[in-house]
């Protein structure tokens, strides 16, 4: 009798081992899940971040390929009075792409400037990417710091990336070559 009270109490004692060890693993595989749910979750605010950026990068190369425009048609006025200004600087497909490639060079300062004010004023890392043309569009690269709820040593100089495009532009199209501009 003596002999199966032990050994009921052995099984209690399994049982509780069991318990303590699976709470232990649940803890870890939760914190990685949570981990998980957390970069995901910053995933989607960079991406809206960078849609943000990509919005107020559109805008300001409207802005700026309007005023690069106006000033050489009237360049182009004073130099030949009696011809098209439009056919002189903007004739042929080589002369668009030369247009918006001086536009890029010139004033891309401006462009990088107003994409960092719009990424950082909506919470994401003062540096990141803007590309041109993707699809006719522009695209922001935006980064963020990735925080998570434990790991944090593991992960203290992570980032994680979004990207966002703007809308279409027919502009975009005479660039030849994909441009890449670190703001």
Same mark, same amino acid.
């Given at each position: ?8 109490? =052995?099984?209690?004692?399994? /049982? ?7 709470? *232990? ?16 979750? &910053?995933? #989607?605010?960079? &991406?809206?971040?960078?849609? #943000? ?9 409207? &802005? ?7 000033? *050489?048609?009237?360049? #182009?006025? +004073?130099?030949?009075?009696?011809? =098209? ?23 891309? +300062?401006?462009?990088?400037?107003? /994409? ?17 043309? /993707? +699809? ?13 709820? /434990? ?5 203290? =100089? ?20 994909? &441009?890449?501009? #670190?703001?």
């Amino acid at each position: 009798m003596l002999h199966r009270y032990r050994r009921r109490l =052995d099984r209690r004692g399994n /049982v509780t081992m069991f318990w303590v060890v699976g709470l *232990a693993a649940f803890f870890v595989v939760f914190s990685m899940v949570g981990t998980l749910v957390v970069a995901w979750m &910053q995933h #989607a605010y960079a &991406q809206a971040v960078a849609d #943000a950026g990509s919005l107020a990068a559109t805008k300001k190369l409207d &802005q700026l390929v309007q005023e690069e425009l106006n000033r *050489a048609m009237q360049e #182009a006025m +004073n130099v030949y009075p009696d011809r =098209d200004p439009y056919s002189i600087v903007m004739g042929t497909e080589e002369k668009r792409h030369a247009f918006m490639r001086r536009v890029l060079e010139r004033r891309q +300062n401006e462009l990088r400037e107003e /994409v960092r004010k719009y990424v950082t004023k909506n919470g994401g890392h003062k540096h990141g990417e803007i590309r041109l043309p /993707v +699809n006719g569009r522009i695209e922001v690269e935006a980064r963020m710091k990735y925080e998570p709820p /434990v790991f944090q040593d593991w992960f203290k =100089d992570a980032f994680v990336k979004g990207s966002g495009t703007g809308p279409k532009r027919d502009y975009l199209k005479w660039l030849k070559s994909r &441009q890449t501009i #670190a703001y």
